[in-house]
């Protein structure tokens, strides 16, 4: 059989200056027993320039995209300026109608509104992140097998049943199978809901060609999660910030350099380094 190789032609953007802005948008909410018009701030992450300092394909580029996005909390906006400085909006809204009229504007849009231009962003929708971090989390605990963890595991699929008709069929089939292939099962279900990019035909450079198209690096953070697990490689977790990692080989303790920012070392590494030294010393003046 041949191979099927897809080539990835994602160009993602990176502007100079990121900010997190607050517009008054109109909403409506529940006031008592009568549904009122009431002036909300909703914080805005943006690109303040238009000066792009990156481009880059993410597959190509970013092997740690995943990782490095799964450590990103959305409820502290330096976290998210820090990702974004590096890697760019992951998606992008498009949220002119709503900060034009900034007081008058009507509704904020719907989730999937989305921009090209990938330089507007709300806050909460950062909360991909989180979804992201459940699967990958219930990946890493599959690897480590150990009975309780997937007993947890396996709970939580008997529980979901009574809520999702979907999962509910998905039991009956593995309800006799061991534990790690009910675990596995599970997760596989969750997966199936995110949408990792698509597949194209397209001609590169006069060639034939199957391309895959991203709309944001929330799809591509799906893909490379989907690609790690078919290829059944395991998370470990980073000893120095417990945050989990892609080993590039067996031996490595620590969160891998962040290649696009254009590190060669370990960020983790180091200052788990620089940390020991400075025990050993004080340690050392403390014997004498
Ligand atoms: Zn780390």
Redesign the pocket.
């Known amino acids: 059989m041949n191979e099927i190789h897809a080539v990835s032609q994602n160009t993602f953007k990176v502007y100079e200056k990121y900010v997190v802005k607050r517009y008054n948008v109109k909403q409506f909410r529940w006031i008592g027993e009568n549904l009122e018009e009431v002036l909300e701030p909703v914080p805005v992450i943006e690109a303040v320039t238009d000066k792009i300092i990156r481009e880059y394909d993410p597959l190509q580029k970013a092997p740690e995209l995943l990782t490095e996005l799964l450590k990103v909390d959305f409820r502290n906006e330096e976290s998210v300026i820090n990702f974004v400085s590096t890697y760019g909006l992951p998606a992008g809204e498009n949220l002119d109608k709503l900060i034009n009229e900034n007081t008058n504007a009507a509704i904020v849009p719907p989730s999937n509104q989305r921009s090209k231009a990938h330089k507007k962003l709300r806050l909460i929708r950062f909360n991909e992140v989180k979804r992201l971090g459940e699967l990958s989390n219930l990946w890493y605990d599959i690897g480590k097998s150990d009975e309780k963890t997937l007993g947890q595991i396996i709970k939580g699929f008997e529980h979901s049943i009574y809520d999702d008709n979907r999962l509910g069929e998905a039991w009956e089939t593995v309800e006799n199978e061991d534990d790690n292939i009910k675990a596995r099962k599970f997760l596989f279900l969750k997966l199936k809901e995110r949408k990792l990019g698509s597949l194209d035909f397209d001609m590169v450079d006069g060639k034939f060609s199957l391309v895959i198209h991203f709309d944001d690096l929330f799809q591509v953070a799906s893909w490379q999660l989907a690609n790690f697990i078919a290829n059944e490689d395991y998370f470990k977790k ?1 000893q ?2 417990n ?1 989990l ?1 892609k080993p590039l080989h067996g031996h490595q303790k ?2 891998p350099p962040l290649l696009l920012a254009g590190r060669k070392t370990s960020t ?1 590494q180091n200052t788990h380094n620089q940390r020991q030294k400075r025990k050993r010393k004080q340690q050392q003046k403390g014997e004498i």
């Open positions: 980073c120095h910030c945050n990692f620590f969160c983790c």
